[in-house]
């Protein structure tokens, strides 16, 4: 059974940094697309980022780009998510997920599998 787990959020200043952390167990994560998406209260999922498995490749919706980086480290079994330049409206919660692909339609239709229980980022003054 695939089983994702997600750290690292918390309560940040606008402007602030935090990294998000999705430790995979009980499968490799090497061959699979992850994603990161987010729910704010009230609001639909909106996928935000995915990296493919091999020879990475990455996407960012135009709500995050320039500002979020994703990567992986298959040695570790463990996917990231850089968020800089926090604003309030990225408070919600995070969560990652497998994906059936890395492309901006599977981001906008936030076509995942499998996720976390999500970790809370709140970003206020």
């Known amino acids: 059974q695939v089983q994702l787990e997600e750290s690292g959020g918390g309560l940040v200043q606008p402007g602030g940094s935090l990294r998000l952390s999705c430790a995979a167990s009980?499968?490799?994560?090497?061959?699979?697309?992850i994603a990161w998406f987010r729910q704010a209260p009230g609001k639909e999922r909106e996928g935000i980022s995915c990296?493919?498995?091999?020879?990475?490749?990455?996407y960012y919706a135009d709500s995050v780009k320039g500002r979020f980086t994703i990567s992986r480290v298959n040695a570790k079994n463990m996917v990231y998510l850089q968020m800089n330049s926090l604003k309030p409206e990225d408070t919600a919660v995070y969560y990652c997920?497998?994906?059936?692909?890395?492309?901006?339609?599977?981001?906008?239709?936030?076509?995942?599998?499998?996720w976390g229980q999500g970790t809370r980022v709140t970003v206020s003054s």
């Open positions: 990296i493919t498995g091999s020879r990475p490749t990455t």
């Open positions: 009980r499968f490799a994560l090497d061959y699979y697309t």
């Open positions: 997920a497998t994906a059936v692909g890395c492309t901006q339609e599977v981001i906008a239709q936030a076509l995942f599998n499998f």
